[in-house]
């Protein structure tokens, strides 16, 4: 770098200490530099980005504007350069800012994407992937914020009192959001952490729960586990024609022997603590489901929704958990925090019904804060973003929103609540929820298929394998940085290992059912439910029907000599929904004859020795039979060779062994219905199965 | 068999001798994830309606209010959904079981299903799977349920059978390789090999080698066979790129389990072979632990997964065995009940016929295995079959119709696919004529035909 570019670079940069509020002037001052210094733009460019990553949070606003006005009135090469490190330079901005910035940031973040207002050019201002892999960024941020609420009611879930005593009753740790206030590139798998300056009052981070759930007592563990194999015991005993209870039963009892047996690292450990909390029928009361339906987060009070009295206890675990996913889209109760409870929804179905219903209310930027976890005084509703009110306001659309930041995260929508402090070194690769409902997705609109309750169960007890570090719920602060090491391909996950082959994934059994619905009721055979699929269809029933000759067993059928080993390799599969026309190997004429001869007729003679002459090689008689498409009556498979009526297949077998070609006889193409010889286009005119 | 017009008695008959059973149907609820097991004799049948829900016999969806009629089958009608079953007839033994394995067939399936897609995409060779287990872990049920669902998800697998003890798509003794493209038979497990006629369900096209002894481990042809049909298999799925991404499933018989002191000669031989990529080991911890000590670590590294027994998996006694191979074999000549086939009873000099057999010393011993690769070489060559004379000892047997000229050498008559089977029904030493049935009218082949001293003799399968 030149002298001059280091001038040039000092000038911008003293300018630029200077700019401490949104001032139009001074902005585009600083841009007329920017502009009259072209050559040194890769100076200027590197001094604006190390500017807006230092300089005081409150001061980074407006640099960005500087950003965003160099590269809108300039573009290049300023695009280029800034471009380079536009993704940190964002995302640690992001990270320390507070929330009324963020959203001028993300309304930055969308200009970006759109092209120069008034320009002639149609590009956007960032080439649309530098922006959404921001836009990625963000959104997994909110995924993990929305996550962190669920969890937070997980934690709170007073499963055990005994052990939830241990942390409930600890004190707001000190704060020390600052020691892991590193910023990291998620692309590297992590999650840029975060401090909290512009809360006054130090709250807990995820990551002191992560240290204080950390401690997870093994034995203690097992004596969960064992209490709640008991009570599902007895109330498979009760029921025990329940095969979720059962289903839940035999993953208890296969998580018992796996930590009987087993070490596992402490994450695990925790998630399976978790679980089991979330599993276990309460002795109290389930807060879980209170901020799904009640404003504020009222943990452990008597004045519970009455929903809870019904509840038999032997369904009480699936219904945790439903309540926890309905949580996931928060209803609409939410955005109004009124201490009104919503009648809680008294069946699975409901639920996910409720789930699965678009939400039409724009997501509601709610700032998140981490809870004084559970003072006494969270039982009041606040219905202002209090601290103490943070479950309540789990942003809507929270389970759109995580699932479409792994399905189309360019798509996302832009409104982002704060992201939750994050815990920057955990262990990737451990699916979680979030990750099972995407895998559900791909399904449609409504995830889980009929059976909802082993769904739901299975969607839980993901159990914690032997060999993969699998752990199904999201628990604990390791979810976070999960999310940034979700796979993209979530459809199919199942790995070539024996624990993964043990593991109910009853959300793919789908693809072998409702991936194709339109079913033949002949055969079982499943056809897609599109146009294709119909015709394909329409060609399988067609075969049905012809196949279904009642004159078959007269004329002696019989097995037919196999393949040669050449004709094997060469044969390829005729399927018969593929179009007529499908060409084959030579050998796989031999396939298609067989199909033909049976097509060939005659009129029957009206030659009176002939029409009652049988065929000259099996001497079997004819039988007539009307044919539609002749409007006479014929006999099938009959072939006219020199002055003799033989069976088609008769003459074919002949004359295959005593190498005569078969004539070919024009008045014997028929018989073959309409999808059939007609173009497909045409075949779907014609039938709509 | 006679076919007359307006005769069909044939096809009439059965029906009212089972009309007594049929017409007491009863109902049989599924919850999901539960399966109906059922043993069913030879000499009854059992039928099973799906009312309601859906359900899928080993893989293979049950169409909706069809009437599906088992005789001699030991089977299990599993739901996801749950469904309700109209059940008619008597069963051996029926229960409804609600721990099954199936989620772990569906597992293997949809990861060797990922596999597909990525050999798909890559243009690449599909998923190479050998199933192995000791008798009776429901290795065909597994191979028959992943053939199932691959067909389900459009795939073309290909199937191997290498267990001489059951047939498929062909009679027992045969070792036999398709691909499938349509859905597997219900009713007769998996398909039936082509006929002149319609066939309710899409005919299977396979190709069939001879191999005629009982256990892989007893004589000289089980690994030249196998060699021979790995060549096919994979030349066929070279060319077929619906073949070669979705790969193939091959299954094994129980023996080639056993080893020699955790050594799996036959095993290591058909993994080499194939190219196999991934081994599914079902029921025996041992084999798997030896296998996957073996594999799992090499260069090439095959995946070795180890997968239930399910509870399902009954002994099969050898009398039940031997009904199956004889209704094998039978369905080979006459077909299944509902479509009958004519099979031609013809009558050959002995000079027409140039008949081969294993000879006594290499059925019986391995012994050529242990020094290397002779039984491949010339020395061998034409010590693997003697000429046989017809005699009464062939009566009542197979004969399989080979492509070789009977001057070929012998290691190309064994390595010759066969074209079909004759079963001798009748030698007349004096006159020196055999009866034989052939499966449809024409001369008596002249090429090879080699007499197995496997399956055992059937007997009465002509008059």
Redesign the interface.
């Known amino acids: 770098m030149s002298s001059i570019s280091d001038e040039v670079a000092a000038d911008f940069k003293d300018a630029l200490q200077d700019l401490k509020v949104n001032s139009r002037p001074e902005i585009s001052n600083l841009t007329l530099i920017a502009k009259e210094n072209t050559e040194h733009a890769q100076a200027i460019s590197t001094v604006l980005e190390n500017h807006i990553r230092t300089a005081r949070p409150e001061w980074r606003l407006p640099s960005l504007y500087v950003l965003d006005s160099i590269v809108k009135n300039i573009g290049t090469p300023y695009t280029v350069y800034l471009g380079r490190g536009l993704y940190k330079t964002f995302m640690e901005a992001y990270s320390k800012v507070d929330q009324p910035t963020r959203k001028a940031m993300e309304g930055l973040l969308r200009t970006w994407k759109q092209p120069v207002p008034e320009s002639m050019d149609s590009r956007p201002v960032f080439p649309l992937e530098m922006t959404s892999d921001i836009e990625n960024a963000l959104n997994k941020m909110r995924s993990v914020q929305a996550q962190m609420q669920s969890q937070r009611q997980v934690h709170a879930l007073p499963a055990r009192p005994v052990i939830a005593a241990a942390w409930r009753n600890t004190p707001t740790p000190p704060q020390n959001g600052a020691q892991f206030g590193v910023p990291v590139d998620p692309r590297a798998r992590q999650v840029p952490g975060q401090q909290f300056e512009q809360y006054p009052q130090p709250t807990p981070t995820p990551d002191q729960f992560g240290q204080l759930m950390g401690s997870v007592d093994l034995n203690e563990l097992k004596e969960e586990v064992g209490k709640l194999i008991a009570t599902t015991q007895q109330a498979f005993a009760l029921n025990y024609s329940d095969p979720s209870l059962q289903q839940k039963l035999n993953a208890l009892l296969q998580l018992k022997r796996m930590l009987d047996t087993q070490t596992l690292p402490p994450q695990q450990l925790e998630a399976v603590r978790n679980q089991i909390r979330a599993l276990a029928p309460p002795p109290a009361p389930t807060p879980v489901q209170m901020p799904a339906f009640v404003a504020p987060p009222i943990v452990q009070t008597p004045q519970q929704p009455p929903t809870l009295t019904f509840q038999p206890p032997a369904a009480a675990a699936p219904m945790n958990l439903a309540q926890m996913l309905a949580n996931f889209q928060s209803p609409p109760a939410v955005t109004n925090p009124s201490p009104a409870p919503a009648p809680a929804a008294p069946n699975l179905a409901d639920l996910i019904a409720r789930m699965t219903t678009p939400q039409s209310s724009a997501p509601n930027p709610a700032p998140f804060y981490p809870p004084s976890f559970p003072g006494p005084s969270a039982s009041t509703p606040v219905p202002a973003p209090a601290p103490a009110a943070t479950p309540v306001v789990a942003p809507p659309n929270n389970l759109a929103q995580l699932l479409s930041s792994f399905n189309k995260p360019s798509a996302a929508p832009p409104a982002a609540p704060t992201p939750p402090p994050f815990n920057p070194a955990l262990p990737p690769h451990i699916p979680n929820l979030s990750q099972l409902l995407a895998h559900a997705q791909p399904m449609g609109p409504a995830p889980p298929p009929p059976n909802n309750a082993s769904w739901l169960l299975n969607a839980l007890s993901g159990l914690p394998n032997a060999g993969t570090p699998s752990i199904a719920t999201p628990i604990g602060s390791e979810s976070m940085t999960r999310q940034s090491s979700a796979p993209v391909n979530v459809q199919n996950d199942v790995e070539l290992t024996t624990a993964s082959m043990k593991q109910p994934r009853l959300h793919l059994i789908s693809r072998l059912y409702d991936a194709k619905p339109n079913i033949c009721t002949t055969c079982g055979r499943r056809f897609d439910a599109t146009p294709q699929g119909r015709e394909k269809k329409a060609r399988h029933m067609d075969w049905h029907f012809k196949m279904k000759d009642p004159d078959a067993a007269k004329r002696g059928v019989h097995r037919s000599w196999y393949f040669t080993e050449k004709e094997w390799i060469e044969y390829r599969e005729v399927d018969e929904t593929a179009p007529d026309d499908t060409a084959n190997g030579p050998s796989g004429a031999a396939g298609r004859v067989k199909k033909q001869a049976k097509d060939r007729y005659v009129l029957v003679p009206q030659d009176v020795t002939l029409a009652h002459a049988p065929c000259p090689i099996c001497q079997e008689k004819f039988e007539p039979q009307w044919s539609k498409d002749a409007n006479d009556f014929v006999w099938m498979d009959a072939i006219k060779v020199g002055g003799k009526i033989y069976h088609a297949t008769c003459w074919e077998e002949y004359s295959k062994g005593a190498g005569i070609a078969t004539p070919s006889t024009p008045d014997s193409v028929l018989g073959k219905r309409t999808a059939e010889t007609s173009t497909p286009a045409s075949g779907k005119k014609l039938r709509a199965y | ?1 006679i ?3 307006g005769l ?1 008695l ?2 009439q008959a059965p029906e009212p001798l089972n009309a007594p059973t049929t017409s007491a149907t009863r109902t049989q609820e599924l ?4 399966e109906y097991r059922f043993e069913v004799s030879f000499a009854r049948s059992l039928t099973i309606k799906l009312v309601t829900g ?1 359900a899928e016999y080993f893989g ?7 009437t599906y009629t088992f005789s001699g089958a030991k089977g299990a009608v599993f739901t ?3 469904c309700r079953l109209e059940i008619g007839g008597e069963a051996e033994s029926e229960y409804v079981a ?2 099954t394995q199936m ?2 067939a ?3 399936h ?6 597909r ?1 990525r050999a798909h995409q890559m243009r690449d060779a599909g998923p190479r799977v050998l199933v192995v287990g000791p008798e009776n872990a429901g290795k065909t049920s597994l191979v028959k349920t992943l053939a199932a ?1 691959a067909v ?2 459009g795939q ?1 697998p290909t199937v191997v059978n290498l267990d001489p003890r059951q047939g498929m798509l ?1 009679v027992p003794g045969s070792f036999t ?1 398709a ?5 597997l038979d ?1 009713e007769e497990g998996w398909g039936s ?10 005919v299977k ?4 080698y001879h191999y005629g002894l009982r256990d892989a481990e007893e004589g000289t042809v089980f690994r030249p066979l196998v060699t021979r049909m790995a060549l ?1 298999v994979t ?2 799925l070279e ?2 790129p ?2 070669k991404s979705a790969g193939f499933v091959i299954d094994t018989p129980g023996a080639v389990a056993q080893g020699r002191a955790g050594v799996y000669e036959n095993i290591e031989h058909i993994i080499s072979e194939f190219s196999v990529t ?1 081994i599914l080991v079902l029921g025996s911890e041992r084999l ?1 632990s030896d296998l996957s000590r073996k594999y799992s670590n090499s260069a090439d590294a095959i ?1 070795v ?4 027994k399910s509870g399902g998996c009954v002994d099969r006694s050898d009398t039940y065995m031997k009904a199956l191979r004889h209704a094998q074999i039978r369905a ?2 006459f ?1 299944n009940s509902e ?6 009873s013809q009558s050959a000099g002995f000079e027409e016929l140039s008949i081969f057999r294993v000879k006594e010393e290499c059925a019986g011993s391995d012994m050529q295995f242990n020094d290397g690769g002779d039984a491949y070489g010339g020395a061998a060559e034409d010590t693997i079959y003697e000429r046989v004379t017809p005699s009464s000892e062939i009566v009542n047997k197979l004969l399989a ?1 080979t ?1 070789a000229a009977p001057t070929e050498g012998h290691a190309a008559i064994r390595d ?5 089977y004759l079963y001798v029904a009748e030698v007349d030493e004096g006159k020196k004529r055999v009866k034989l049935l052939a ?5 008596v082949p002249s090429t090879a035909v080699v007499c197995g001293r496997w399956p055992e003799d059937v007997a009465s399968l002509v008059g």
Do not use: C
Not at chain 2, 110 to 115: H, P, S
Not at chain 2, 439 to 443: A, K, W
């Open positions: 068999m076919a007359l017009p069909n044939g096809a919850s999901a994830n539960t859906t293979t969806e049950l169409a909706p209010a069809t996801w959904h749950g609600e721990e989620m772990s569906a597992n293997a949809f990861a060797l299903e990922a596999l897609e669902y389900k998800s073309q062909s390789a691909a499938f493209s349509s859905i219900i090999s082509p006929i002149s006629g319609p066939s309710p369900t899409p096209m396979p190709l069939v096919a030349s066929r060319d077929d619906a073949s991934t798997y995946a997964i180890r997968l239930d080979y000549f077909g479509a009958g086939l004519a099979p031609h119709i492509t010759a696919s066969v074209r079909g499966p449809q009218p024409g001369r």
